[in-house]
């Protein structure tokens, strides 16, 4: 039987113990032949030979998404190596916490240089190779639309993302260049970035109605994206945070 993903290749940055990680492995669960990302090289290896294990196919590779040149030789690997990029997700992101009063003018340039440039260059090296029906997936955040107290770095950051996201989507409508861009905007997920402290479940248990995501909650939208179900869908945002935006 055809998987959902079945003849695509893939890039996805961050990829770990999260977010990156649970995506990676549900794409090639679905047939996608996985280029696995990011700077911790072990963390990185350690999906990839899981993926390969379970019968898929992936590969590791080093990639910091806030250097061009990276970018650039990533995207020249994958396509020497598949013939093609069909979908990328840029994943890769810090969360930086404190009051504005507290963030100093570096961690902040920091926090947009990883979240937003970085996003910004792995869309602007996958356009120059990806053809039509190619799917670009921004991982932003719910923090995007909502005010959340001491997020004014990482909220800003994804803030800059959605806005992204929405503009080279029509971008690429109108050049019809066949390829959609679309955004996911989780709300708190246990991952490396969630700090599981009694404090913060409480907050996040009373913020979220239907309480802490799964890094494979974020995975099935994820997959949906790439996949051929969503081929009229660009320019969008899917909201996947337990609840969070409905009561704030």
């Given amino acids: 039987m055809p998987r959902r993903l079945d003849g695509k290749v893939a890039l996805v940055s961050g990829v770990g113990r999260g977010i990156g990680g649970a995506i990676a492995k549900a794409f090639a669960a679905e047939g996608a032949k996985v280029v696995c990302s990011g700077i911790l090289l072990d963390d990185i290896a ?7 294990s379970a019968g898929g196919l992936a590969k590791a590779t080093k990639l910091d998404v806030t250097v061009e040149k990276q970018w650039r030789d990533t995207m020249k690997m994958i396509v020497a190596q598949f013939g093609v990029i069909d979908v990328l997700v840029n994943n890769a992101g ?3 916490l404190g009051s504005i009063a507290d963030t100093s003018a570096d961690d902040f340039r920091r926090v947009h240089r990883i979240n937003v440039d970085g996003v910004f260059l792995g869309i602007k090296t996958a356009l120059e190779v990806m053809q039509p029906g190619g799917s670009i997936i921004n991982i932003s955040s719910v923090c995007a639309s909502i005010g959340c107290k001491d997020h004014s770095a990482y ?28 955004a996911i905007c989780p709300g708190a997920v246990r991952s490396p970035m969630f700090i599981e402290t009694e404090e913060n479940i409480a907050k996040v248990t009373a913020a979220q109605p239907l309480g802490i ?35 704030t």
Wanted: hydrophobic fraction near 40%.
């Fill in 155 to 182: 909220g800003s950051s994804k803030a800059a993302v959605s806005g992204l996201t929405r503009h080279v989507a029509s971008e690429c409508a109108a050049n019809n260049s066949g390829v959609r861009v679309n």
């Fill in 46 to 52: 350690a999906v990839a030979d899981e993926i390969q």
């Fill in 213 to 247: 995501g799964s890094p494979n909650d974020i995975a099935s939208a994820a997959l949906y994206l790439a996949s051929d179900e969503s081929r009229w869908v660009t320019g969008t945002e899917i909201i996947i945070d337990g609840g969070m935006s409905v009561r």
């Fill in 94 to 96: 810090v969360l930086q």
